[in-house]
Each structure stands twice: as C-alpha cells, then as structure tokens.
C-alpha cells in the first residue's frame, strides 16, 4: 500500500549547525512532495515542496531534494536558528485518477536546535 | 490569507457520547479533509470531501462519519466516541484549480474518557 517512512524520529542539533530529514516513499506514481513545519500548538504549515520533474529546489536557507529512482527526498536546513524547533512531517501525493491528489504523511521528525 | 478554523482547541467527552468536531475554511476552497494526529504515526487521513454533499473515505474511517452541508463547513462526527478516539484532529482545506498545497487548522486535542 501507499506508505512515507520518515527518518530520524528526533534531531537535535546546535544553533548554526545544519540539519537533514529523510523520506522514503512506495508509490511510483507521486510526482508532488511537500513538507510540512508544525510548531507548538499550531497546524501544519506548509514550508517547502517540489514536484517530480524537478531535482532540487531551494528557498533561502531550507533546500529539498528528490531523487524519483531511488524514491526518496529529503530537507536540509542549513543555519539552523532555534525557531527552527519544530515537527516537521514529509508528505508524496497520491493520484487519484481525476480531480486533486490525495497526500500520505510520514510519522515526524521533531527538530530541537540548542542556542 | 487563508484561515481554517476549528471550533474547539480542546475538548473532553465520556466514553460512548456523539461528538462533532466543526471546520470552516472562508476561501471558497472545494476541497475538506479531516486527519488524526498521533505521536509516532504522523498524519492519517479520515475522510474528504470535494464538494458540497459529496464525502470519500480516507484511509482510517472506522468510527467517524462525515457531513459537508456548506461549501466552507466541514463537520467530523464521532457517534459513539472510545477511549482510543483519543487525539489531535486536524482539518486542511485545498482549492479545486489543481493546486497541491493543503491549508491546516490549529487542531482540537479530543481526550475521551
């Protein structure tokens, strides 16, 4: 079935230091994959995507990359700053023959940057 | 801006009671979803609606009911609500022009004792 591993569950990392998530997803037809950024007490909101004729995408300080044979994609933040702690999640779409995409999330990463 | 609402951050319910857990989008979105959030097993999607009276199931379902009356007001229901119903709800909104980005609401944290 449709499935999104996301690793490493915790990341802690010093201020300044940067940081990587990993997503490994199982359905080859995903050609959309977005992350998300929840922080406390908050929904998710959306911080980054790209979409599957694209290999990498950046924006200021946070970088995805797609790698669509191995099926897998990651975020790197580079500088981290501590308002950077956060649950980030990993999500890959889903066609669903007409109409939007359907999304599948991974299980979390919760990034904690020490001043 | 976009803005989903919820119309509860926290709520306590007792074992066995119906529950309705409400959701307005006001950017005219065609597109509703309710998700659970549990530590450990991220986003699980429990149903969608792509318009107004239409509804699909998502992939966990069981125990929950849906109903989308208005455009911007999605409602999840818990008939008879269990101990492990237990969790965060989140509602996420998407336009119908095949965008991909999906708006969340702040979540309502149900505890059912």
């Known amino acids: 079935g449709e499935n999104v591993e996301q690793h490493p569950s915790t990341l802690s990392v010093q201020e300044g230091d940067s940081a990587v998530i990993k997503c490994t997803y199982s359905d080859s037809a995903s050609n959309y994959f977005p992350w998300y950024k929840q922080e406390l007490g908050k929904g998710p909101q959306l911080i980054i995507d790209i979409r599957s004729n694209v290999g990498e995408k950046k924006d200021q300080r946070i970088a995805v990359t797609l790698n669509k044979t191995a099926k897998h994609f990651s975020l790197h933040i580079t500088e981290t700053q501590p308002e950077d702690s956060a649950v980030y999640f990993c999500?890959?779409?889903?066609?669903?023959?007409?109409?939007?995409?359907?999304?599948?999330f991974g299980t979390g990463t919760r990034l904690l940057v020490s001043p | 801006d976009v803005k989903v609402t919820q119309s509860s951050r926290y709520l306590v319910k007792r074992t066995g009671e119906k529950v309705f857990l409400e959701c307005v989008q006001d950017?005219?979105?065609?597109?509703m979803f309710w998700y659970r959030q549990d530590p450990g097993l991220g986003l699980r999607l429990i149903y969608f609606?792509?318009?107004?009276?239409?509804?699909e199931k998502g992939d966990i379902p069981e125990g929950y009911s849906v109903s989308r009356e208005k455009k911007e007001r999605f409602s999840l229901i818990l008939e008879s609500a269990s101990t492990n119903q237990t969790s965060m709800y989140l509602c996420?909104?998407?336009?119908?022009?095949?965008?991909?980005?999906?708006?969340f609401g702040p979540g309502t944290r149900l505890t059912v004792t």
């Open positions: 950017m005219d979105h065609e597109n």
């Open positions: 996420a909104s998407l336009p119908g022009d095949r965008s991909y980005e999906q708006y």
């Open positions: 609606s792509y318009d107004v009276k239409m509804k």
């Open positions: 999500a890959a779409s889903i066609p669903r023959g007409t109409g939007f995409q359907k999304l599948v």
